[in-house]
């Protein structure tokens, strides 16, 4: 209901602005509806259905392209390099990566519903850990006996920092050197082997490299507050009322 009242509020302030939108337009715009349906019979069929004729169809799609019109005149962001710089560097905090480290992974889960769950659990993960300590290649064993979804890429997990795993397989997964295998490590959700591939010291994201992903980032908030500005003016000053 509330997304039907906002639809007509900016069909009402596109036509009190003047918006238009041209025959070609609209002729372009239904095209491209029709050529979504396998033919022209499933598109006449679908309008059937619908309980819509076809003016009436082309008036909706017309009162459609007019309100896309007011959005993007309202709502359109074009940021410039030095906008994104500017608040790169009044938001430098923002743009740290955290110490990290890249594991491969191998994790046996205990199913609860299991007798002796647990216990086999375990001696599957001893297993592995076996063979791993034996000169079994770590990806082969995390293919094998591993559970989680990243034993099809041999285990790797890629970089993780501080806060996403369990403090117990955080704390060896952080205390380990490079090349390293932990022990098996035991949860009350399972058994954990990890093996440190790589470390990454905690350092400033430069400008370059986050450039792009910030733009992209910035102009989506930045759409998202004029469109909810624009909703909130539109709304204080119309009159709403709800029939019961």
């Keep these: 209901l509330e997304n039907l ?19 070609s337009e609209l002729k372009k715009s239904i095209s491209s509806v029709k050529s979504s349906y396998p033919s022209a019979k499933a598109f006449e069929d679908a309008l059937k259905k619908s ?26 962001v074009s940021l410039t ?16 990566e955290p110490e990290a480290v890249r594991l491969r992974y191998v994790y046996v889960k205990i199913n609860p519903s299991e007798p002796d769950g647990r ?27 591993s559970q989680d979804m990243s034993r099809i890429k041999g285990g790797d997990i890629g970089f993780v920092h501080k806060g996403m795993m369990p403090q117990d397989v955080e704390k060896a997964a952080f205390s ?13 959700m399972g058994f954990h082997i990890l093996k440190v591939e790589e470390k990454r010291a905690s350092r400033q994201v430069s400008f370059k490299e986050i450039k792009d992903k910030l733009k992209k ?6 759409r998202k507050n004029r469109l909810e ?6 709304r204080e000053n119309a009159k709403i009322q709800y029939i019961q």
């Design 5 to 23: 009242i906002n639809a007509e509020l900016f069909y009402i302030e596109a036509k009190r602005q003047g918006l238009k939108v041209d025959n």
């Design 51 to 76: 309980g819509m004729t076809m003016s009436v169809f082309e008036e909706k799609v017309r009162k459609n392209l007019v309100v896309e019109k007011l959005i993007e005149k309202e709502v359109k």
């Design 81 to 96: 390099d030095n906008d994104l710089e500017e608040y790169y560097k009044k938001n430098t905090e923002k743009f740290k």
């Design 119 to 145: 216990k086999k659990a375990k001696e599957r993960a001893k297993e592995a850990y076996s063979k791993i300590k034996s000169g079994s290649n770590f990806g082969e064993i995390a293919q094998t006996y």
């Design 176 to 188: 380990l050197k490079v090349g390293q295998v932990s022990e098996v490590l035991e949860t009350d």
């Design 217 to 222: 980032a910035l102009t989506e908030s930045m």
């Design 229 to 234: 500005g624009l909703i909130k003016r539109l």
